[in-house]
């Protein structure tokens, strides 16, 4: 069908990205290094393909960095391998989320609704906004999670 028809080359070709990007997402989800070193080499022609010839060069950077850790007798390669290239706030299963990610979940509590506007212009709040700002986010993480319902360790189940 691909030779025959143009849509159906289109949306074949649709799907392998969209399935690339949701195996990318467990990987990150599941906290499995390799299967993300994977997804990310089969990214990578994309970006060239999609004229992201910067976002194609640097991931490829990347790949080949985090592929030179594996060679070495590095601790760091070890701490990928057990999943600490992302981060989990529950115990609820597939729910761990990329470190830059749960960055900007911190940032979002802090900023959110007029919480710290301005910041950047003046460098004495900001210096205590970078110091005391991860703090008051996981104060008020840890307030949230008291008043929601914990997710059962033996579930197999997604919490949503």
Known sequence: ???????????????QLEMILLVFVASLRDGNFTLYLQTLEELA???FALDQ???????????????????????????????????????????????????????AIIKGEGGAVGLTENPSPLRRWMIGGPEVSKVLQDLELSFEIKCSKESDQHHE
């Open 1 to 15: 069908m691909i030779t025959t028809s143009p849509t159906f080359k289109y949306w074949t070709l649709v799907l």
């Open 53 to 107: 010839q910067n976002y194609g060069r640097w991931l490829s950077m990347h790949i080949q960095d985090m592929k030179k850790l594996q060679g070495g007798s590095s601790m760091c390669y070890e701490d990928l391998m057990q999943g600490r290239f992302v981060l989990q706030k529950t115990s609820c299963p597939f729910s761990k989320m990329a470190l830059d990610q749960a960055h900007e979940q911190n940032n």
């Open 45 to 47: 022609p994309w970006f």
